[in-house]
Antibody
Framework: EVQLVESGGGLVKPGGSLRLSCTASGFPFDTYSVNWVRQAPGKGLEWVASISRDSTYTYYADSLKGRFTISRDNTNAALFLQMKSLRADDTAIYYC???????????????WGQGVLVTVSS | DIQMAQSPSSLSASVGDRVTITCRASETIADFLNWYHQKPGKAPKLLIYAASNLQDGVPSRFSGSGSGTDFTLTISSLQPEDFGVYYCQHSFTPPPAFGPGTKVEIK
């Protein structure tokens, strides 16, 4: 069974940093691109970042470039999102999502974690 | 960047009804259009990919159509478990974007 489990969320002050993790199991992690998608409370879905299977390619939402960094550790089947200079509008549930294998596009998300809440507040 | 629009923003329908949700892209995206369903407090679930392909395990009452800029998600016979929010999303080119969602309520 495919499982994606996020961790590392919590309350952080504006301007602070946080590192999210996503641990994958049930599939060969190193053959899939993976992604972060977020959802502000009561709002819609917003793509955050994507990383190719061997980390060669990374993509970011323009509004987040320079503040967020996506990375992965294939040995330990883990995905990370390093977030810095956090703002109140970064408050959201952050989901880890797997790219569907064999599809032409990186940005098709076929399995999702349960999400982790990040709250940016003083 | 390509923007996505959905209509209606919400609807209320009875069990057994046929439900249609539309999605429009601001530019042509061929068939790089996907549909997700999200129930309250849960992660989204992929329903349809590449405009008309049913994801594994998704009931056949769900179907998708369209290409270019205009797309449709149809639920042929609404079931009680189909409540929630439906999002379209393009995967044509970065940045991928989601529509604002359509909230489906069961009467």
């Amino acid at each position: 069974e495919v499982q994606l489990v996020e961790s590392g969320g919590g309350l952080v002050k504006p301007g602070g940093s946080l590192r999210l993790s996503c641990t994958a199991s049930g599939f060969p992690f190193d053959t899939y691109s993976v992604n972060w998608v977020r959802q502000a409370p009561g709002k819609g879905l917003e793509w955050v970042a994507s990383i190719s299977r061997d980390s060669t390619y990374t993509y970011y939402a323009d509004s987040l470039k320079g503040r967020f960094t996506i990375s992965r550790d294939n040995t330990n089947a883990a995905l990370f999102l390093q977030m810095k200079s956090l703002r109140a509008d970064d408050t959201a549930i952050y989901y880890c999502a797997r790219t569907r294998f064999g599809h032409l596009s990186t940005f098709l998300f076929d399995s999702w974690g349960q999400g982790v809440l990040v709250t940016v507040s003083s | 960047d390509i923007q996505m629009a959905q209509s209606p923003s919400s609807l209320s329908a009875s069990v057994g009804d046929r439900v249609t949700i539309t999605c429009r892209a601001s530019e042509t995206i061929a068939d790089f259009l996907n549909w997700y369903h999200q129930k309250p407090g849960k992660a989204p679930k992929l329903l349809i990919y590449a405009a008309s392909n049913l994801q594994d395990g998704v009931p056949s009452r769900f179907s998708g159509s369209g290409s270019g800029t205009d797309f449709t998600l149809t639920i042929s016979s609404l079931q009680p478990e189909d409540f929630g929010v439906y999002y379209c999303q393009h995967s044509f080119t970065p940045p991928p974007a989601f529509g604002p969602g359509t909230k489906v309520e069961i009467k």
